[in-house]
């Protein structure tokens, strides 16, 4: 039972464009929806989060929609720039759980 | 500031062997602490958590075990490791007043042969 789903394993974006990461979710009870960046051989680095009561969350270039009657998040990355290139990930959290999604990589081409 | 440690790096060990891979956290008190594992090419299992000394919540049975015995540390342990026990471990905490953001450590990456 897959709780938290990323359906598109990988994304290609120009530098200076937007990038958007989806995530979807089966459990309306979540409270808390976070996103992490990951680089190969290396542990997850948080990004930003958002509150199950909210639908948005920004942090400079970072910004978080939450859509909680499609049980849809997204991530806004804008400008894409090269060093975003990495394997993102989405989670959420409940009564002391993090459940996370499986991952989209993202490319920002130069 | 609060920074998290595993050790070792990596490791290559053989099936039917022991394991213990440890994690500590720096900079803060009565965290939540976290393993997870990650096969590859595909995303974060959590294996164990703890929310104090001695209490350990366990998400996958699996010959896999996890142990705090002080307020900062983590252990993972096996007695006999699988194949299927390869991965990339990672530890994580988080601070119960901002559960909404969990920081990981450097991860460990485990090969049993």
């Known amino acids: 039972d897959q709780q938290v789903k990323q359906n598109s394993p990988s994304l290609s974006v120009q530098e200076g464009r937007i990038s958007i990461l989806n995530c979807d979710y089966t459990?309306?009870?979540?409270?808390?929806f976070l996103w992490y960046k990951k680089y190969p051989a290396e542990g997850p680095t948080f990004l930003i989060s958002i509150s199950s009561i909210k639908d948005k969350n920004e942090d400079g270039r970072f910004t978080v929609f939450l859509n909680k009657s499609a049980k849809h998040l997204s991530l806004h990355i804008v400008p894409s720039q090269p060093g975003d290139s990495a394997v993102y990930f989405c989670?959420?959290?409940?009564?002391?759980?993090?459940?996370f999604g499986t991952g989209t990589r993202l490319k920002v081409l130069a | 500031s609060q920074t998290i440690h595993q050790w070792p790096a990596t490791l290559v060990q053989p099936v039917g062997s022991p394991l213990s891979l440890e994690c500590t956290v720096e900079?803060?008190?009565?965290?939540?602490l976290y393993w997870y594992r990650q096969a590859a090419g595909r995303g974060l299992q959590l294996l164990f958590y703890?929310?104090?000394?001695?209490?350990i919540s366990s998400e996958v049975p699996q010959n896999l075990s996890a142990s705090r015995p002080q307020d900062r540390q983590f252990i993972l342990s096996s007695k006999k490791l699988l194949l299927s026990d390869s991965g990339f471990y990672l530890c994580?905490?988080?601070?119960?007043?901002?559960?909404?953001?969990?920081?990981f450590g450097p991860g460990t990456r485990l090969t049993v042969t």
């Open positions: 994580a905490w988080t601070n119960r007043e901002t559960i909404y953001e969990q920081y």
């Open positions: 459990n309306s009870m979540f409270d808390y």
């Open positions: 900079g803060t008190s009565n965290p939540n």
């Open positions: 703890s929310v104090g000394i001695g209490q």
């Open positions: 989670a959420a959290y409940r009564t002391y759980k993090y459940i």
